[in-house]
């Protein structure tokens, strides 16, 4: 996605005051600190107060405790507690969970109320300071710094300040201080910054704008380090990460960009005007810009951004010198304690530039001590070769390279008398049989016995079962429910016990480690929260080229205390209900990646069929802010949707079958689809192409009135099947629910109490692959077997295609479950088959191949429209994951009729490794030639020719989103139609098609990587101008840079629509729009008066382009080899097989033009009319002849004669039965068989004889009679 990339880096200059420790605990009154930090709570109320991260809202105190313990609170609900130097009940709290900000007393819509909307300070008063007095039972009045008044809690649990200043009318609160002291905060001193690669230092010469210079050589004393490279520390925080920069005394700060690091002059806490100090662990530090996080390096003498996110070299490595010690670490823990090793961990600290830490030990309390191990950024240790039984004391250094070094209070451990078991059981293996379930591991000889734990759910109350002597193990009295059954198991020697293994259950077996289950029945669901949240933070925040999937499940129940949960790539969250409202949750959130709140690569991940709810802050929105292959299906939102991150960029995006009770849109997207959804709620902004169809409360359609927020509203979805979904049925059994198909419908498909009309089919009728286990071979025998597939969440290599050859069969993803062609054809080929579905896929291209997916073979003719075969959500990437080059000829192939499309991402990557115009190479994303296929919701970009072309008849388009590529190299080089017009069109119908209808289509130029050159294009949409062929609401919008070449697009649909440019001498970022175009004739609106008028315009007739021959073509190849030599003269049909040979071979020849293929169909066209068919041979009279006389006897007829007429007979019958006889043959032979048997003779002197014995033999008896 396109995206303007900003590198900046902006100095802060704050100075953080640390505080003594307060004492104002209140373990008297049950309350559990949080280890880190205070928090406050209401004795009205008995909640927690917390913000609620707008700092524009009052604070509350409504957060649930969960037993009494502060670690159970979120960020939110934490506080950073300040006490005065001078008055120890004078304090302020800084917000852990919004940005540090203060607690302060302010007028907010006339309500006296506490707030946090002030920046962190680091001296205790003003309206940010209270003034504390303690009670008899341990609470405190709180009074404001403002109004001199005391803190309540108002009936909606808001704090605000009383009228009364009485203290008879004071509420309470305890504060509860943490466990551990608090860091102190690092006072600023003068550092000065060396480059370990060239040993310079960093100056500035205080000029706003100019470059920061690394060349000053590195003096030999501090004292000769001049005054421009002498900076003071400032520290904030961005996304959640600790950030600094720096102050020189000259008073310029840091910034960047897109070429060196730069000088500013204004000031700013935090944000993308920050960088991150990164400690190596070998005396130096890093600094990542928060522009994507990358290191900053040196070039050329200067500091600059560069595009290393790991693994620096000594070019992006600094040493800090300094006279100030960094904050030491305040909290260390032991664990994994053994006879001979522990393991050490602290805290990361923050607001302090250090460049690692070290660990030192003694065998006495107060030392000496002695380091251990080497420098290390890590926050854990693992101190091996200890002795048995024996008392170690530690302390860990935060070092700063020779910088004085900062040391922690000591902590102490004694290692136990022996080892216990090093690792858990393992190859943990479960199985049902009967009622009971049993267990089995790998046997360790060195244990004594194992206890086995049991839980309804992974974060369940695992309690012990049972014990064992043996590596097996046997649950007879299972809880009821299979899937309510986890297991861990305990390993047990003389010394202690191992720590659990990783637990097991049959689902986790069933659905292997990359898919996760949650049951709010017994899962801890502070637990969920943090392991959802721990993967988003730790793995798929940034982690868009990562090989990580997950499949993140919810059982019927409530999981509203789970929190807020951050969704990242290659993720999918979906509820195992049968209808969205069995499952609810309290929140989703998709923090942008990208600086600048920019969610335009905020891709790959979805979420299905559960409530979020609004039962919890329901003033919160829900920031579902993503871009492409994002969608969000089956759902039921409580809360107000926002499809942005904070007003950022995004480029959405995709809804179906979801309710939306409350508002929802974005002012900041690009465009979004939305299928037959319930938006009961209210609809707002979009900024180029909103497209809803069969949507309940949808806009209405505005195109016409030029609108800023432009909407294209379809009443009814003509044909469509939602997609399938995995669920856990009433027999408590996984099922996989496949929907019914609709035809002509609007709304939602699911109801409180229906799930909706289909077919539920038992998860036994799948086979279930897992990453790293099934491979082409294991897959394509299940399908062939007759097995329908689900894929888990991983990535799978396939060395032959995927081949669904039966009818009706169900391939089914979760959690971005991805497919790699590892040969030369592609992922997947579906026959011409009726009912297929194909659903949650992503197809990635690491190899070369012909397809990605290819559905029915080249010329498939049948008839599915009582059964047609559905794609949904199918994502389909070629380039960005390897550095190697890849080609890909078309991407998706459907040749089937009826195909149904649901959602597809089609994507050259224009980011990401091995990505440039001649490395990610791929000619065509889609390639429609199927009859009367519908697609919805179809984003095509950046393909090397025409994004999409559509060569079937009847086809249905809504809902298209498409970039051209970024990176043509010269228009000579991008051009069609055999060199006549610029560039290609992004979606191209056919030249043969004769009905054709395409809503709501937006075309962006974004040319903004093509070394220079100029680039256009002259269409954007190519179609036939033809009476049922129609462009409805079409959009062009420019986005390529301003101070580039000059680029654009000279159309939107055959030379019709106004054009846009930019670079040098180009008009700049624009849109234009199409209202319609329709043989040949487009509708267009003219708004340079106070109000629009419509307009018509005559396009142009496409030429027939290389594609449109292709198109034609195989149909007439079809014709020729349909036809029958024998019935052709040897003269013609030699001609015929010269043109066919010749015609086959342009076919496989991609640098055929238009005008050679257009000659070789001629030719053929020209060798099929001149065939010239062999004379027939018509042997009829022959045969009729030959039958009539064939049983002849010869009776009186001469040997002479009969001898003749035999042989005219064999000769006929060998005539007939003789295939290539020609009528001459024929002819020849009829006639000596008529002659033959004209020329029959008796044989006279026999008749006489007879005669004679006639009258002999009559005078006999008459002369008897006498």
């Known amino acids: 996605m396109f995206k303007k990339v900003f590198s900046t880096l902006l100095a802060v200059s704050v100075l953080v005051m640390g505080f003594p420790s307060v004492a104002f605990a209140a373990s008297e009154n049950g309350y559990t600190p949080n280890d880190q930090y205070s928090y406050i709570v209401s004795a009205k109320t008995g909640k927690a107060v917390q913000v609620s991260g707008s700092s524009a809202d009052p604070v509350t105190a409504n957060a649930d405790i969960q037993n009494m313990n502060g670690n159970n609170l979120t960020a939110k609900a934490l506080f950073k507690m300040l006490k005065s130097n001078t008055n120890s009940n004078l304090v302020s709290f800084s917000s852990v969970g919004n940005q540090w900000n203060m607690l302060k007393s302010e007028t907010v819509n006339g309500l006296n109320a506490i707030t946090d909307s002030n920046p962190k300070k680091t001296t205790v008063d003003g309206w940010e300071s209270f003034t504390l007095e303690k009670q008899s039972d341990g609470s405190f009045t709180m009074k404001d710094g403002h109004f001199s008044r005391f803190v309540s809690v108002n009936d909606e649990g808001k704090l605000v300040t009383t009228e009364s200043t009485a203290v008879t009318d004071a509420e309470k609160f305890f504060i509860v201080e943490p466990t551990y002291p608090p860091e102190e905060d690092q006072v600023a001193n003068d550092i000065y910054i060396e480059h370990v690669a060239t040993h310079n230092i960093v100056t500035v010469d205080g000029v706003v704008g100019n470059p920061i210079d690394v060349k000053t050589p590195m003096p030999s004393d501090a004292a000769n380090v001049p005054a421009n490279g002498i900076f003071k520390l400032g520290y904030g925080s961005f996304q959640n990460n600790s950030t600094v920069n720096f102050k020189s005394n000259n008073n310029t700060l840091w910034t960047g960009s897109n070429s060196f690091v730069r000088q500013v002059g204004d000031m700013t806490i935090g944000g993308w005007e920050s960088v991150q100090a990164v400690p190596q662990g070998d005396g130096t530090v890093a600094f990542k810009q928060t522009e994507g996080w990358k290191y900053i ?476 286990v099934d491979t082409a071979e294991t897959l394509n025998a299940a399908l062939d077997s007759g097995k329908n597939l689900f894929f888990t969440p991983g990535i799978y290599e396939l060395t032959k295609p995927l081949h669904v050859k039966n009818a009706n069969t169900i391939i089914l993803g979760t959690g971005l479950a991805t497919l790699v062609p590892k040969n030369d054809k592609g992922a997947m080929l579906v026959d011409d088959q009726s009912g297929v579905i194909v659903a949650g896929l992503l197809f990635d291209a690491y190899y070369s191949s012909t397809n990605m997916l290819q559905v029915g073979q080249k010329g498939s003719n049948k008839d599915h429209s009582d059964n047609p075969i559905s794609l949904s959500d199918l994502f389909f990437r070629i380039g960005g994951f390897k550095e190697n080059n890849v080609n890909v000829d078309t991407t998706v192939e459907i040749n089937s009729n009826d195909v149904i499309g649901d959602h597809f991402w089609v994507w050259r990557a224009d980011h990401g490794a091995g990505v440039a115009w001649d490395k990610n190479t791929a000619r065509n994303g889609l390639v429609v030639n199927g009859n009367n296929a519908t697609m919805y919701g179809m984003f095509v970009e950046h393909f090397n020719e025409y994004q999409t072309i559509w060569n079937g008849e009847n086809g249905r388009l809504y809902f298209y989103q498409s970039e051209t590529p970024y990176d043509p190299q010269s228009q000579e080089g991008w051009m069609s139609h055999d060199g006549t017009v610029k560039g290609y069109a992004s979606y191209k119908v056919s030249n043969r098609v004769n009905n054709h209808l395409a809503v709501g289509l937006g075309v962006y130029d974004v040319f903004i990587n093509t070394n220079g050159a100029s680039i256009f294009m002259d269409n954007a949409i190519e179609v036939p101008n033809k009476e049922n062929v129609t462009i409805q609401d079409a959009c062009i919008v420019e986005l390529g840079s301003s101070t580039g070449p000059l680029v654009g697009v000279n159309s939107i649909v055959n030379g019709t629509g106004n054009a846009t440019s930019t670079g040098k001498g180009g008009k700049g970022y624009a849109k234009e729009n199409l209202l319609e175009y329709k043989n040949g004739i487009a509708t267009l609106l003219d708004i340079s008066g106070s109000t629009p008028v419509k307009y018509t315009k005559q396009g142009t007739e496409p030429a027939n382009s290389v594609e449109d021959w292709r198109s034609y073509i195989p149909t007439l190849v079809d014709k020729a080899d349909a036809l029958n030599k024998k019935d052709y003269t040897p003269e013609s049909w030699s001609v015929l097989v010269q043109a066919l040979k010749n015609i086959k071979a342009l076919l496989k020849d991609n640098t055929a033009t238009a005008t050679t293929l257009e000659n070789a169909y001629n030719a053929l066209d020209k060798a099929i009319k001149d065939l010239q068919a062999k004379s027939p041979v018509d042997k009829s009279s022959l045969e009729k002849l030959y039958n009539q006389n064939k049983d002849k006897t010869q009776g009186k007829y001469t040997d002479c004669s009969w001898k003749a007429f035999q042989d005219a007979l064999t000769s006929a019958k060998a005539v007939i039965d003789n295939k290539d006889a020609k009528q001459t043959d024929v002819d020849a032979a009829l006639k000596d068989l008529q002659d033959a048997i004209a020329n029959l003779r008796k044989n006279q002197l026999n008749t006489q004889l007879y005669e004679i014995f006639l009258r002999l033999f009559h005078q006999l008896i008459l002369h008897s009679n006498y």
Not at 365 to 383: L, M, R
Not at 437 to 454: G, H, M, Q
Not at 742 to 767: A, P, V
């Open 297 to 772: 390096t040196v070039n050329e003498g200067k500091m600059a951004p560069g595009n290393l996110t790991s693994a620096p070299t000594d070019n992006e490595k600094f040493i800090i010198h300094t006279k100030s010690t960094p904050k030491k670490v305040s909290k260390i823990t032991m664990s994994n304690i053994e006879g001979n090793s522990v393991t050490l961990s602290w805290s990361a600290l923050e607001g302090t530039i250090f460049s690692g830490y070290e660990v030192w030990r003694s065998e006495t309390s107060g030392g000496p001590y002695a380091k251990v191990g080497k420098e290390t950024a890590q926050t854990t240790y693992t101190d091996t070769g200890l002795q048995f039984n024996t008392k170690y004391y530690y302390v860990v250094r935060t070092v700063n390279g020779q910088s004085p070094y900062a040391q922690s209070s000591e902590f102490s451990v004694t290692t136990l008398a022996g080892n216990r078991p090093s690792t858990p059981p393992s190859g943990i293996d479960i199985k049902k049989s009967g009622k009971d379930i049993k267990l089995t591991w790998n046997a360790d000889p060195s244990v004594n016995k194992y206890e086995i734990y049991r839980a309804g759910g992974k974060f369940g109350n695992y309690e012990k079962i049972g014990d064992t002597t043996e590596a097996r193990f046997t649950d007879t009295k299972p809880n009821a429910s299979k899937y309510e059954n986890y297991y861990k198991i305990i390993a047990v020697n003389n010394y202690g016990t191992s720590d659990y293994s990783n637990s097991i259950s049959l689902e986790t077996k069933m659905f292997g480690s990359n898919m996760i289950f949650y049951n709010a029945k017994y899962d801890d669901m502070k637990a969920i929260g943090q392991e959802v949240n721990a993967i988003h933070d730790n793995t798929t925040f940034q982690g868009q080229f990562i090989p990580n999937r997950y499949g993140i499940y919810f059982k019927p129940g409530n999981y509203n205390n789970a929190g807020l949960l951050n969704i990242g790539f290659y993720t999918q969250v979906a509820g195992l209900g049968k209808t969205p409202l069995d499952t609810k949750i309290q929140n989703l959130s998709t923090p942008a990646c990208l600086p600048n709140n920019n969610a335009t690569q905020t891709f790959w991940r979805s979420a299905e069929n559960f409530t979020v709810s609004s039962e919890i802050n329901p003033n919160d929105k829900m920031p579902w802010a993503v871009s492409q292959a994002a969608p969000l299906r089956r759902m039921n939102v409580e809360r107000t949707t926002q499809f942005d991150w904070n007003y950022g960029w995004a480029s959405g995006g995709f809804v179906a079958d979801s309710a939306f009770t409350k508002n929802v849109g974005s002012y900041t997207q690009q465009q979004w689809y939305t299928r037959n959804s319930d938006l009961t709620g209210g609809w707002y902004g979009v900024n180029w192409n909103g497209v809803f169809q069969g949507d309940v409360s949808a806009p209405d359609s505005n195109w016409d009135k030029n609108p800023g927020n432009p909407y294209t509203t379809i009443d009814k979805t003509p044909i469509v099947r939602e997609k399938p979904f995995l669920y856990l049925g009433d027999d408590g059994e996984y099922k996989v629910f496949v929907p019914d198909l609709k035809r002509d419908s609007s709304g939602i498909s699911w109801s409180k109490d229906n799930m909706g009309s289909g077919q539920s089919l038992d998860i036994s009728k799948f086979y279930i692959a897992k990453e790293g």
